[in-house]
Structure formats: C-alpha cells, structure tokens
C-alpha cells in the first residue's frame, strides 16, 4: 500500500490550501485516515483524523480553521485548511489505518504514511 500526498505550497497568512492523500494497493481496506506535521526540532503531532464512519478529531489549534474529509471509494483523504497562520508552517503527512474486514471486524494490519508535503505560511 502506498499513500501519495499532495496541494502543500506557500500563501500568505489568512489564505487557504487543500491537501489530498490518496491511498493505492492491493486488497486493503482502509478504517482511520489523518494528517500530522512535523516542524524542525519537533516530534510529529496530530492535525486531524477521520475514521471510516466519518467521526473527526481535531488539534486545538485547527479547530474551527481545517476540516477533515474523505472519499472512501477512492481510498482518500483531504485536509481543507482556511485561515492560516504562519504557525502552521509544516510538513504535513498523511497517515491510513491498514488492514482488513472479516466478519465486520477490523484486523488492523498497521499505519502507512505519504512522503509528507510541505506547507509554508508567510506573515
């Protein structure tokens, strides 16, 4: 399974950016999908995440600013962020939830991660 991101660039404060992620392979589903970033020096953190039903999570810090989506049936996952701010400069990288479905149970297989893109926010 590979994970390809991408819509990271640079804006200006106040401007917006929608990130895609989209997951490829062979007999795999998907339960959750979701965004971290990482900035020099730092440990990733969590953006958002999206499970399968559609139930989100949200940082503090984004709420109200990014809305998490996903098309199930292309196996990806978006990240509509508004209002940024120069503390939102990252890369961020996107994350899925491997595994499979029998009997209506998930069989997590493990989390696979994009190449992460970079988004840069001027002041």
């Known amino acids: 399974v590979q994970l390809q991101a991408s819509g990271g660039g640079l804006v200006q404060a106040g401007g917006s950016l929608r990130l895609s992620c989209a997951a490829s392979?062979?007999?795999?589903?998907?339960?959750?999908m979701g965004w971290y970033r990482q900035t020099p020096g730092n440990q990733r953190e969590l953006v958002a995440t999206?499970?399968?039903?559609?139930?989100?999570v949200y940082a503090d810090s984004v709420k109200g600013r990014f809305t998490i989506s996903r098309d199930n049936a292309e196996n990806t996952v978006y990240l509509r962020m508004n209002s940024l701010k120069p503390e939102d400069t990252a890369v961020y990288y996107c994350y899925a939830e491997i595994g499979a479905y029998y009997s209506g149970r998930f069989y997590r297989r493990g989390d696979y991660w994009g190449q992460g893109t970079q988004v840069t926010v001027s002041s």
């Open positions: 392979g062979r007999d795999f589903s998907i339960n959750a």
């Open positions: 999206i499970t399968s039903g559609g139930t989100t």
